[in-house]
């Protein structure tokens, strides 16, 4: 009958449907592989399908000032494009970073500094001290960000109900070395009339002229116009920056 075998033609047929299934199901995996290493199952943005964003350095210093204000706009309105938060931008960056701003900001864990700017991997150089002040250390830190890594703006970022600004003025007792804080913080309480909000304030300007001069590294880069130093006030409520002129 033409058949060169004498399987039954239905134990055949079902052998050949289940091979043709597994091979199938097979494929269908490798594909699923395949797409997820190159992206084509992605997940929502702002999520580890952020975009990425090679950057040249911006034309002035004012103009780098200027993007992060319009990254904070984008978050307060809830717009966030959650640049450069990928794998991608993460490998981009390694070998080298080239971030284009630096800041001296609060250690509260509500002040997350790279998600208030709508900033991601490698765009900012962050040191962080509770009550955000210039002790050696930071100022040394933000040295390196503005000679070194070529960041063009140094970011005073205070917040509200900043608990190391209020502990200061009420003079409270406190455990270990916490009131060692309080030096650097102090002249800001006493010229802020007792009123906490002026304070925090008082306190972003104080830290900003602190470091303009006592370092005549940064002082030269501000001379020079490459680099300006500017401060501002963070609403743990709203989540806007208020800029404070410094």
Do not use: W
Not at 208 to 218: D, T
């Amino acid at each position: 009958m033409g058949i060169e075998n004498d399987t039954p033609i239905l134990t055949r047929d079902t052998n050949a449907r289940r091979e043709f299934l597994h091979s199938t199901a097979v494929a269908g995996a490798g594909l699923v592989m395949s797409g997820l290493a190159a992206g084509v199952f992605t997940a929502p943005l702002g999520a580890s399908n952020s975009p990425s964003r090679k950057r040249d350095p911006f034309p002035t210093p004012q103009a780098a000032l200027d993007a992060l204000y319009k990254g904070n706009e984008r978050f307060v309105k809830g717009e966030v494009m959650a640049p450069n938060r990928n794998m991608s931008r993460l490998k981009d960056v390694a070998a080298v970073q080239k971030p284009f701003a630096a800041f001296l900001g609060c250690a509260d864990s509500r002040v997350p500094i790279e998600i208030v700017f709508d900033q991601g991997f490698g765009d900012l150089f962050v040191t962080r001290i509770a009550g955000n002040v210039a002790d050696p250390a930071i100022i040394g830190s933000l040295e390196f960000g503005a000679e070194v890594l070529g960041t063009q703006v140094i970011y005073v970022l205070g917040h509200t109900r900043c608990g190391a600004v209020t502990a200061t003025m009420t003079g409270s007792e406190v455990p270990g070395q916490i009131s060692t804080l309080y030096q650097h913080i102090r002249r800001a309480t006493k010229e802020s009339g007792g009123d906490v909000t002026k304070a925090i304030a008082r306190n972003v300007e104080i830290q900003a002229e602190i470091l303009k001069e006592a370092s005549p590294v940064i002082a030269r880069r501000v001379k020079a116009g490459s680099l300006i130093i500017a401060g501002g006030v963070y609403d743990l409520d709203t989540g806007r920056v208020t800029p404070i002129p410094v």
